[in-house]
Structure formats: structure tokens, C-alpha cells
């Protein structure tokens, strides 16, 4: 009997699980050992909804402000929130320009490294 995601997400009530036996759906193939679930699967399923909204509008936060029914902030916040559980994916924002020259400026990087940093950007 297959179960529902939710309700395997409600049952487990964000306590960690562990996968220990797959089967393949289509054969009488199966795989045992322990195995994690990927960490979208690890999320509440609120915010499993909210980051499929999210995909779902295209990333538009004017869009999600008209689903759910709230501000900007509120939307900014929930979005930083599930962001810092998925924190398997490392994003660096590149230095602003003006960033970028003051740190020669200081001395503190060479022209070799600021020419770089600001060719980067492009």
C-alpha cells in the first residue's frame, strides 16, 4: 500500500527517518540499506507547499503575496527561512563594484584580483 508524502510527513512529525528498504515501482526489484531522504523531503510539508508555490509562480514574490494572502516581508522571511534548511546549495553573491574598489583602495586586494572580481560579475 503506497502511502501519501503527507501523511508519511505527519506520521513522522519532523522526526528524522531512515530509508531501509526501496523497491522500484514497475519491478520486484529492491535495494536495501540506509538511506536518508533528500532534504527538500525533509521539510515540514507547509513549506514543502510553500517552496512548490514558490517554483510554481516563477519565483515572483507579487505572486505569492496574492496566493497566501500576505506582505512582502512576510513572504521575504518564510522564503530565508526554508532557504537556510536547504543549506546543501551554497550561494555566494558576488562583491558590489563599489565593494570591489574600496578593497583596493585599502590595499587590501591586488589590481590583479580586483580586475577579476569585477570581470566575474559579467
Partial sequence: MTKDWQ??????QGKPIVI????LADSYIAIEG??????LA????EDQVFAAAFLRCHGSIKQ???Y???????IKNRLNKIGEMLDFVKIESAPAPDETLDLLEQG???????IKRLSDRE
Avoid: W
Fill in 64 to 66: 505569492m503575496e496574492q
Fill in 7 to 12: 501523511e508519511l510527513t505527519r506520521l513522522t
Fill in 68 to 74: 497566501f494572502g500576505v506582505s512582502y516581508p512576510t
Fill in 34 to 39: 540506509d538511506f536518508e531522504l533528500p532534504p
Fill in 108 to 114: 587590501d586586494i591586488s589590481i590583479e584580483e580586483a
Fill in 20 to 23: 531501509e528498504r526501496v523497491r
Fill in 42 to 45: 525533509r521539510l515540514k510539508t
